[in-house]
Each structure stands twice: as C-alpha cells, then as structure tokens.
C-alpha cells in the first residue's frame, strides 16, 4: 500500500497512552524506530551562549512534523553549513516522541474478506512526529562571523520549505530565547 500524504497526519492529536496497572504494558509495542539519527552538530565543545550570532526558526502555529521531514531538513542544511561556513553549531530542537497510528484499509473487490472494519480502530504504529506548538524554536544554527548571515537566511529558507505549517526566521545577535520570541507576532 502507498504511504498516505502527511496532511492527513499535520494536526496536533492526542498522544497515544497506554495505562496498564502491570508497568511492563505500559509502552507502545512495535513504536519505529526514529529517523532523526542527530540533534546537534557542529562545534559542539563550544556553549550556545558563546556564540555572537544566531539563525531560529520559529513555528507560528501548532504542528505535527514527521521525523523524515526533520531529517531532510538536517542532512540538507548540514551539507550547506559544513561545505560554507566551517564553524558552527547547529541544534534541531524538536525530537519526535509522538507515535502516529494508522488504521490501514483494504480497498476494492474481496476487501470485506480481508480487512477487520473498524475493530481495533485506534490503528497500528506507522511513524513518529514531533509535536511543535506555538512560539517554539524548532532548530537554531549558531556562527560568529556577520558575513554569513544572508547564508543563515538562506539556510532557513531551505528548511522551511521542507517542513509542513508556517514559521519565522530570526537572524540576528545571540540573545536570550524570551527576548526572541517576545518579538514574535
């Protein structure tokens, strides 16, 4: 079967839970494994506060982004970031913990012989997502020379294209993160 498209996935749900008073039933059996193999990378032995400028991108709505998608976006700025600007660090913030569930359909002649209807509806692990709220910085790439900022913004433009819902960028001096989205509409 194809894979359906993720806009049928992009609303935030309710997490999946399984509450069992015998604690070994108490997770997700056969949950995927994540496709997001790093969170940070670049010059790591360097503090995210010592770094004079910083690139943010910041959702502007409520969202659920696949773990495929937070791949892409990290494998194609990090080819960029690594071949230009040589010194840097850069954090995708966002971790997908959520469970996406699918509830897989047999369509077309003979189907009502093969399919279960809508027993066990609550459907079978398919892939993970990470949930993204309002206001929350999904990645941050931190450098320290000014010329690079017009590539910073570049940057994040190629991340938000690959990622569902609307974002901003910030580009500017390393400030604290509640200074930055104070400025946030």
């Known amino acids: 079967m194809a894979k359906r498209p993720w806009k049928i996935f992009r609303e935030i749900e309710r997490p999946y839970t399984r509450f069992s008073y015998s604690k070994s039933y108490n997770k997700i059996p056969g949950a995927p494994v994540s496709k997001l193999r790093m969170q940070i990378m670049g010059a790591t032995n360097i503090p995210k506060d010592q770094w004079k400028y910083a690139g943010h991108l910041i959702a502007l709505h ?63 692990p398919y892939t993970r997502a990470a949930q993204v709220f309002y206001k929350d910085i999904i990645l941050s790439i931190y450098y320290n020379k000014q010329e690079f900022t017009s590539r910073i913004s570049f940057y994040l433009d190629v991340a938000r294209k690959k990622l569902s819902g609307k974002y901003k960028k910030y580009i500017g001096e390393n400030k604290p993160e509640k200074a930055i989205l104070s400025s946030v509409v």
């Open 62 to 124: 409520n969202v659920q982004i696949s773990d495929y998608s937070l791949e892409s976006v990290r494998i194609n700025i990090l080819k960029y970031l690594e071949s230009e600007v040589k010194e840097f660090l850069f954090i995708i913030r966002k971790y997908p913990h959520h469970v996406v569930r699918e509830h897989a359909l047999v369509y077309g002649a003979g189907a009502d012989r093969i399919s279960q209807g809508m027993r066990h509806a609550f459907g079978r």
